[in-house]
């Protein structure tokens, strides 16, 4: 597939600068043995800031150095090609082919990049803490406060259908490109403002930019926002303790309830749909919404349960959703 591999970072070809002896986890390990574990990743600025907290706390958790590993995506090197096959997996595909190939141990992605479907010899090892799942406008004041007929940027149609809700006078423009691109047509002047994840914009160092975070009852975040998700290929039982050291059950409890509902919904990372679970009071909270894209009619529905029963609450919610039109407002389905 054409993938570059730049064999970054420390350790690269020299022993393992392993500071501990680690032996309850190398003891398992058969390939971390040999030297540091290969830590797959996107290349851009967030991806790899993302991969080195990763890493970082897998070293002070387990003893083991992590080495990063930098591939590049087809969504990274073609604009027209992320348009053209609508965005599902382009992120995702090259990383999952050099864990498969045994390039790397493991690769780390934005969870919510991650399509909803299981894939062939990959697992879900890990959901570390999620940071701040929700959006952010970014600009010179707050949402209430732009103009009317402002040019706000976003590139997703859950953001846009839910701004349009909020403030149907704005301009809302189409945009593409990494939050550095994006916030440079704030600055420009060729927008007024635009919506980004606060997580994305932590990463890069970039909450300087943010006006205003929008509730998730102003705006329900993408499934998986803000969250990560580390996997590794499925024969490797070795390394599943090691990475489970990094993960947290109740960010996967809510992940888990939010990418059902998309799952059911049948939306990939372009469909209207925004969700967010959150741990209240010992139980799972999860409000899911359907807009159209005008932002003429929103459905919103929400549910507690268990965690451990996180997909069928997902499920349920979702079919309630269908049972109150989502599929109409989501397009022209059959
Ligand atoms: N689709 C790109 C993408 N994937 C993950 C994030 C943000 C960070 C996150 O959600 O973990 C972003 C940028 C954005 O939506 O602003």
């Known amino acids: 597939m054409g993938n570059s591999r730049d064999r970054g970072g420390r350790g690269a070809g020299r022993p393992s600068p392993r500071s501990e002896p680690s032996s309850e986890w190398s003891s398992a390990l058969s390939t971390a043995d040999r030297g540091p574990l290969r830590l797959g990743t ?6 790899m800031t993302q991969s080195r907290l990763v890493a970082d706390a897998l070293t002070e958790r387990t003893g083991h150095a992590v080495e990063l590993v930098g591939v590049t995506t087809e969504g990274d090197v073609s604009k ?12 995702v595909n090259a990383l999952r082919d050099t864990l498969l190939a045994g390039e790397v141990d493991f690769a780390v992605h934005s969870l919510k990049d991650l399509p909803t479907g299981p894939a062939e010899g990959i697992a879900l090892a890990a959901t570390p803490v999620r940071d701040d799942p929700r959006d ?15 040019r706000v940027g976003t590139g997703s149609p ?8 909020m403030r149907p006078d704005l301009d809302v423009v189409a945009i593409r490109g990494n939050a550095d691109t994006r916030l440079r047509k704030v600055a420009d002047g060729e927008l007024d403002a635009v919506v980004l994840a606060h997580a994305g914009l932590r990463r890069i160092g970039r909450l300087d930019a943010v006006a205003e975070v929008f509730d998730p ?25 090691l990475l489970g050291t990094v993960d947290d059950p109740m960010t996967r409890a809510c992940v888990t309830a939010e990418r059902t509902v998309l799952a059911v919904l049948e939306g990939g990372c372009s ?4 969700t967010y679970a959150a741990e209240v009071e010992e139980e799972l909270h999860l409000t899911a919404t359907v807009a159209a894209f ?3 009619r929103q459905i919103r ?7 451990d029963d996180a997909e069928r609450l997902g499920r349920d919610l979702a079919h309630r959703l269908l049972a109150q039109g989502a599929d109409q407002l989501m397009g022209e389905r059959d």
């Open 301 to 307: 529905l929400s549910a507690s349960g268990h965690p």
């Open 42 to 47: 996107r290349k851009s600025l967030m991806a």
């Open 217 to 241: 009852d102003q705006m329900l975040p993408a499934p998986g926002q803000g969250a990560l998700a580390l996997e590794c290929a499925t024969g490797r039982d070795d390394l599943r303790a």
């Open 136 to 150: 952010a406008l970014c600009g010179p004041c707050k949402l209430a406060d732009l103009p009317r007929g402002a």
């Open 271 to 274: 469909a209207p749909v925004g």
């Open 158 to 165: 859950r953001r846009v259908a839910q701004l349009r809700a």
């Open 294 to 296: 005008d932002g003429s």
């Open 80 to 91: 027209a090609l992320l348009a053209q096959i609508g965005g599902t997996g382009v992120f």
